[in-house]
């Protein structure tokens, strides 16, 4: 079954780190860019970070650059988020979503992993 | 960044109606417009992407167009299915922006 799988997400301090995993199944990863895009329970969809497909290019919404880390190993079939100096803004269902290298649209969606800080 | 505004931000429809929602851009995004649903616990899913393309099984009753700045998206006769959230975005550029939502609701 092609799908994406986050996990990682969990209550933390504002200050502290966590670090989210999407691992990707029924698909080859490497052929693809990946997103993470968050929600606020109740609020609309924000784009976070991007990767490109061999994980040289990396690009980030100001909000989070500096503090968080995309990265990937395509060898694991999974993509990370590094997220350092949490604050409470950053409370959110954390998606991670894949894409062409261009148009940047999200054909695929995992089910979402619920990061706190609190 | 590039702001995306979408109209109305609630509707409230019958099963059969025809509905429209818009979306506009602040600037010229060409046609890299995409649109997504949401139901409520569920991630989001593609529906149309560069404005008007129809997402691989997708049913032929949603449709897009638009180029530029202005942006429709119709569902041709509503299923009881449909009664979701939806989205816009655009990828002219970064930041990747989303409009703020359109919430269907049965009337």
């Known amino acids: 079954e092609v799908q994406l799988v986050e996990s990682g997400g969990g209550s933390v301090q504002p200050g502290g780190s966590l670090r989210l995993s999407c691992a990707a199944s029924?698909?080859?990863?490497?052929?693809?860019?990946m997103h993470w895009v968050r929600q606020v329970p109740g609020e609309g969809l924000v784009w976070v970070s991007r990767?490109?497909?061999?994980?040289?290019?990396?690009d980030y919404a100001e909000s989070v650059r500096g503090r968080f880390t995309i990265s990937r190993d395509n060898a694991k079939d999974t993509v990370y988020l590094q997220m350092n100096s949490l604050r409470g803004e950053d409370t959110a269902v954390y998606y991670c979503a894949r894409g062409p290298a261009f148009p940047w649209y999200f054909d695929l969606w995992g089910r979402g992993t619920p990061v706190t800080v609190s | 960044d590039i702001q995306m505004t979408q109209s109305p931000s609630s509707l409230s429809a019958s099963v059969g109606d025809r509905v429209t929602i818009t979306c506009e851009a602040s600037q010229d995004i060409s046609h890299y417009l995409n649109w997504y649903q949401q139901k409520p616990g569920k991630a989001p899913q593609l529906l149309i992407y560069d404005a008007s393309t129809l997402q691989t099984g997708v049913p032929s009753r949603f449709s897009g167009g638009g180029s530029g700045t202005d942006f429709t998206f119709t569902i041709s006769s509503l299923q009881p299915e449909d009664f979701a959230t939806y989205y816009c975005q655009q990828c002219d550029d970064l930041p990747i922006t989303f409009g703020q939502g359109t919430r269907l609701e049965m009337k």
């Open positions: 990767i490109n497909s061999d994980g040289r290019s990396t």
């Open positions: 029924g698909f080859t990863l490497s052929r693809f860019w």
